[in-house]
């Protein structure tokens, strides 16, 4: 049903933003059973609400993962009514612990499980891979005749008018729709903060943002109120919120997983193409995620997208994995926590006789955020700033950051032209420093023995202090090379391990920012926040990236702490 209270009704931004969280308690309030209306001094660390109120069943089913869940929905030995009953009540409690939720769908969600039950018991077998997995959903990605208003308050009132084209393949593959998560102003920020739904915070330490701008996702997974979610990335979307809550996700190269049915400002720009994928508490649930999609074919009806199935090679049989380890990005230096988790993965990979390790030098990455922040909004951003402008919103200030930036250009299509040269020269020069790490030359005149992977921070920080995102080169450069990025969990901060002070002379005023906000806060102002790192792969080997993840989880046990 349409909101009835929208800009064009005659309404304020602030009664179009009050009845839409007016909607969502609503929603919350008919999860059954009912939750507290209220938690009792919510703590810094949020994840334990969940075992104080959960029941032990509940408890474990959300803990579970996607790859724990689907041989026992498969099999009937667990009933899909009773998993997604369990998420949804998780997912209501990740609300009022982080504010990540736009909408949770009971009555539907309940429906398609109990469907999904009956099928299996007449049928024998499942409806697909996915057969009862419970998939929260990133609300720009559009569902069939609800709201669809992609952070903006001028645009509440608009409905989906069918549900995404990767949503239509999830649901013939068995899935459950069960909760809608938020998103920022503009769907830019590497947080998550509107002025529809206010301030997403992070589980694991609430004076910190989850990231963004698929925030609402990685909050409600990292809480373990989804296993398994869709995020978008044209900068970090999924990645940052990734990393910050401590889960897996990725970022595929773009035109693999279908992005029709999407609404954002900027739709048809062909210059940053966004990608959509998982965010996840198991790599396996993100890569039976994308496999499922890549399975069905989804060029037939999304032409632009590559017609090539999901390789089964196994790129590491007869061969040593190669990693280069990115350090730092030669631009704003990372936090003292993230070069920790970054050197305890690399000691440990040091050992292994089936992984070669290796420097990895970056190339003007200062440069490759001048030309990607100059090509993410071509029309000097006038789409966002009417979009804002429609109900008068306020602008918030991570949107002036990214918008306003002095990147940001009026492009002329002549002007277009030259910048899309750039972006060409800078990838062809990349290609050629990737080429190089080459330790000989195949028959065909083919370099090899060229490094696998790279290896390197998600971000300058573990989760930023809320307002404080403002560094995307860890993300935002592999979106201009359009390489797809895999981020797993490795650690957390700790008050003891993190405790020694490092100087450092920064290099410009984002550094010193970055490195200020450390030497304020401490470990203890960072206490519990997840470390995660990134894996980097060439364009279109999004296969072995996850083969290379698999392989250094094995040979280092990671993640070296518990999330639960």
Request: hydrophobic share 40%.
């Amino acid at each position: 049903m349409a909101a009835t209270v929208t800009i064009q009704s005659g309404a304020t931004w602030q009664e179009v933003a009050a009845d839409r969280q007016k909607h969502r308690d609503a929603t919350l309030a008919i999860v059954e059973p009912p939750l507290p209306d209220t938690l009792p001094d919510i703590p810094l660390h949020t994840i334990p609400i969940a075992k104080a109120i959960l029941s032990v069943e509940e408890i474990q089913i959300t803990e579970s993962t996607v790859e724990d869940l689907v041989p026992g929905l498969a099999k009937g030995e667990i009933s899909s009514v009773k998993v997604v009953a369990a998420f949804l009540r998780r997912a209501v409690l990740a609300q009022k612990a982080t504010n990540c939720i736009t909408e949770v769908l009971s009555p539907q969600a309940l429906e398609r499980a109990k469907y999904l039950d009956e099928y299996l018991a007449k049928n024998g077998k499942p409806a697909g891979p996915l057969h009862g997995i419970p998939i929260s959903v990133k609300e720009h990605v559009g569902m069939k005749d609800l709201d669809h208003n992609a952070g903006f308050v001028g645009w509440v009132g608009a409905l989906a008018p069918a549900d995404a084209h990767i949503l239509q393949i999830l649901w013939k593959a068995g899935a459950v729709f069960y909760a809608r998560t938020t998103q920022p102003q503009c769907l830019m920020h590497l947080e998550t903060s509107s002025n529809l739904y206010g301030v997403t915070t992070n589980p694991f330490n609430t004076t910190l943002t989850p990231g963004g701008s698929s925030g609402g996702e990685g909050a409600l997974v990292g809480f373990r109120g989804s296993c398994l979610g869709i995020g978008t990335d044209i900068g970090g979307s999924i990645r940052s919120p990734a990393g910050n809550c401590g889960v897996y996700g990725m970022k595929p190269t773009s035109g693999r997983l279908p992005i029709g049915g999407l609404k954002a400002c900027g739709a048809g720009e062909e210059q940053i193409v966004p990608s959509i994928g998982p965010l996840s508490t198991s790599l396996e649930g993100c890569k039976l995620f994308i496999k499922t999609i890549i399975d069905s074919k989804p060029w037939y009806r999304e032409p632009s997208l590559l017609p090539f199935p999901w390789k089964e090679e196994e790129f590491f049989k007869s061969k040593r994995l190669k990693i280069a380890v990115l350090w730092d990005d030669g631009v704003v230096k990372p936090q003292p926590p993230v070069t920790r988790a970054l050197k305890q993965v690399v000691e440990k990979l040091k050992a292994k006789s089936n992984v070669e390790v290796v420097e990895w030098k970056p190339y003007k990455h200062d440069l490759a955020w001048e030309i990607i922040a100059n090509l993410y909004f071509c029309d000097g951003g006038a789409e966002q700033s009417a979009a804002i402008a429609t109900s008068n919103e306020q602008w918030l200030p991570l949107s002036d950051h990214i918008l306003k930036n002095k990147y940001v250009e009026n492009h002329s299509i002549a002007s277009l032209y030259q910048a899309t040269i750039r972006r060409e020269v800078y990838r062809m020069e990349y290609a050629n420093l990737w080429n190089s790490t080459a330790t000989s030359t195949g028959p065909n005149g083919e370099p090899e023995g060229m490094v696998d992977v790279i290896l390197g921070p998600v971000g300058p920080g573990c989760a930023p202090k809320i307002g404080t995102a403002k560094w995307w080169g860890y993300t935002s450069q592999w979106n201009l090379l359009d390489y797809p990025g895999l981020v797993f969990p490795v650690d957390k901060v700790d008050t003891s391990k993190d405790a020694a002070k490092e100087t450092h002379t920064p290099r410009n005023e984002l550094d010193k920012e970055n490195w200020d906000f450390w030497e304020q806060n401490g470990a203890e102002g960072y206490k519990d926040a997840p470390l995660s790192l990134q894996l980097i792969g060439r364009r279109y080997e999004d296969e072995k990236i996850v083969q290379a993840l698999e392989i250094i989880q094995q040979e280092t046990g990671l993640p070296f702490v518990t999330y639960t």
